[in-house]
């Protein structure tokens, strides 16, 4: 299996996952042979990558960190939320931020949100993703075919996933695990307060647009605020996912210590960031950085893997990053990546394992030669060959 642009797809192709729609329905299961239909649909609807199933790459797996049960679930859990919400909203006013606000405080609406059984539900299955996480060591990739549809909730989904993988490399116990997925499924839930025009604009924003922008952070914090059993951290996730080290983050301008806290989880008066927010926070960038967008295709791994790397100190926990890196992938299994040097440069193929003592060394497979035409594959480990570099073909 490998994950190829949907400009590259042809009819015949055998599709490798089985892609779901906005509410989460099956559009195109597993298995389906490709037509020139069905690439058509789905370049509208805004799929940019998909995964393909053939004989070069059979013997690639490309494992999912949770299963389709689990992932389906939790979708519609954060999907069902965000409609909710979305009805309370008839009744704000939305003149102002500072209107917003008070109208997500009345406790008509906040009572409303916490009763509401998508939320409770959201809360109960929590659970069950934890666990399907909790055996897993090394993200093989995040794998998920994104939508400018379904966008919104897999992004939560994968931030998610990886902040919890990070998170148990840190040994944080169960109910810091359980306040960090809650808090990423609806880390972005203030957009709901900010219209959906400028959410999804695909030109620069104004100034005064990035501004509104902005306030989705306090919008998501407000809505968590005080809401019964899902402990602080989950409320502060939303409030500091876009917080820096260097204080030149939103809303609040915190700064961080770019060390690792394993005390309480607490906030106090002076503004503290916490540190299973600043998880969030790069789990979020990561993500938010491969993923495709209306506005912009998803950026290769290994350039945003470098991205993280320089952010260190500055944008994102210096200590924290060494996390990071032990447990992604620099090429995700599966990605199409180009030799840059020596013997095989400028030749093309995907990456077949990982070398889980040296991420950023995997097994690659190479199956088309300068002029792109088709060789007998080529197996090269990159452990074995240090002059031989490699990057992400988009």
Same mark, same amino acid.
């Given at each position: 299996?490998?994950?190829?642009?949907?400009?590259?797809? *042809?009819? $015949?192709?055998?599709? !490798?996952?089985?892609?779901? $729609?906005?509410?989460?329905?099956?559009?195109?299961?597993?298995?389906?042979?490709?037509?020139?239909?069905?690439?058509?649909?789905?370049?509208?609807?805004?799929?940019?990558?998909?995964?393909?199933?053939?004989?070069?790459?059979?013997?690639?797996?490309?494992?999912?960190? +949770?299963?389709?049960?689990?992932?389906?679930?939790?979708? %519609?859990?954060?999907?069902?939320?965000?409609?909710?919400?979305?009805?309370?909203?008839?009744? +704000?006013?939305?003149?102002?931020?500072?209107?917003?606000?008070?109208?997500? &405080?009345?406790?008509?609406?906040?009572?409303?949100?916490?009763?509401?059984?998508?939320?409770?539900?959201?809360?109960?299955?929590?659970?069950?993703?934890?666990?399907?996480?909790?055996? *897993?060591?090394?993200?093989?990739?995040?794998?998920?075919?994104?939508?400018?549809?379904?966008?919104?909730?897999?992004?939560? +989904?994968?931030?998610?996933?990886?902040?919890?993988?990070?998170?148990?490399?840190?040994?944080?116990?169960?109910?810091?695990?359980?306040?960090?997925? #809650?808090?990423?499924?609806?880390?972005?839930?203030?957009?709901?307060?900010?219209?959906?025009? +400028?959410? %999804?604009?695909?030109?620069?924003?104004?100034?005064?647009?990035?501004?509104?922008?902005?306030?989705?952070?306090?919008?998501?914090?407000?809505?968590?605020?005080?809401?019964?059993?899902?402990? #602080?951290?989950?409320?502060?996730?939303?409030? *500091?996912?876009?917080?820096?080290?260097? !204080?030149?983050?939103?809303?609040?301008?915190?700064?961080?210590?770019?060390?690792?806290?394993?005390?309480? #989880?607490?906030?106090?008066?002076?503004?503290?960031?916490?540190?299973?927010?600043?998880?969030?926070?790069?789990?979020?960038?990561?993500?938010?950085?491969?993923?495709?967008?209306?506005?912009?295709? !998803?950026?290769?791994?290994?350039?945003?893997?470098?991205?993280?790397?320089?952010?260190?100190?500055?944008?994102?926990?210096?200590?924290?990053?060494?996390?990071?890196?032990?447990?992604?992938?620099?090429?995700?299994?599966?990605?199409?990546?180009?030799?840059? %040097?020596?013997?095989?440069?400028?030749?093309?193929?995907?990456?077949?394992?990982? &070398?889980?003592?040296?991420?950023?060394?995997?097994?690659?497979?190479?199956?088309?030669?300068?002029?792109? &035409?088709? #060789?007998?594959?080529?197996?090269?480990?990159?452990?074995?060959?240090?002059?031989?570099?490699?990057?992400?073909?988009?």
């Amino acid at each position: 299996m490998r994950r190829i642009s949907i400009n590259h797809a *042809q009819p $015949g192709m055998v599709l !490798g996952k089985t892609i779901h $729609g906005y509410n989460y329905e099956v559009l195109l299961s597993k298995g389906v042979i490709l037509t020139e239909d069905y690439i058509n649909k789905l370049k509208r609807k805004g799929f940019i990558k998909i995964y393909i199933d053939d004989e070069e790459t059979a013997e690639i797996v490309i494992n999912d960190p +949770i299963s389709d049960k689990i992932r389906v679930m939790a979708t %519609n859990d954060i999907l069902k939320t965000y409609k909710v919400t979305e009805t309370l909203l008839v009744n +704000i006013a939305v003149d102002s931020a500072k209107s917003i606000i008070e109208s997500i &405080n009345a406790p008509k609406f906040k009572a409303t949100f916490q009763e509401s059984p998508a939320f409770q539900q959201l809360c109960k299955d929590i659970n069950s993703f934890i666990d399907e996480l909790m055996n *897993q060591e090394v993200l093989s990739g995040l794998n998920s075919i994104k939508s400018f549809d379904n966008y919104t909730y897999e992004h939560s +989904i994968d931030t998610a996933i990886l902040s919890l993988i990070i998170a148990k490399k840190l040994t944080l116990d169960r109910e810091k695990l359980r306040q960090i997925a #809650i808090g990423v499924f609806l880390h972005d839930i203030g957009k709901i307060f900010i219209d959906e025009k +400028i959410i %999804n604009k695909p030109d620069k924003l104004t100034a005064d647009e990035y501004e509104r922008v902005k306030q989705h952070t306090t919008y998501g914090y407000e809505l968590l605020k005080g809401v019964e059993n899902i402990g #602080i951290a989950a409320t502060h996730i939303p409030y *500091q996912h876009h917080e820096r080290q260097d !204080g030149k983050g939103y809303p609040r301008g915190l700064i961080g210590s770019n060390k690792l806290s394993f005390g309480a #989880i607490a906030y106090t008066d002076k503004d503290k960031m916490v540190m299973i927010a600043e998880v969030a926070a790069l789990a979020d960038f990561y993500d938010a950085c491969i993923s495709d967008r209306p506005y912009r295709p !998803g950026l290769p791994p290994d350039l945003v893997y470098e991205l993280i790397k320089d952010g260190a100190g500055s944008q994102f926990n210096k200590e924290l990053i060494e996390r990071f890196m032990s447990v992604v992938p620099k090429y995700p299994i599966g990605s199409e990546v180009r030799v840059k %040097n020596g013997k095989y440069k400028d030749f093309t193929g995907v990456v077949l394992s990982l &070398n889980t003592q040296q991420l950023s060394k995997p097994k690659v497979k190479l199956l088309c030669d300068t002029k792109k &035409n088709k #060789i007998d594959p080529v197996e090269v480990d990159l452990s074995s060959h240090d002059s031989c570099d490699i990057e992400c073909v988009c």
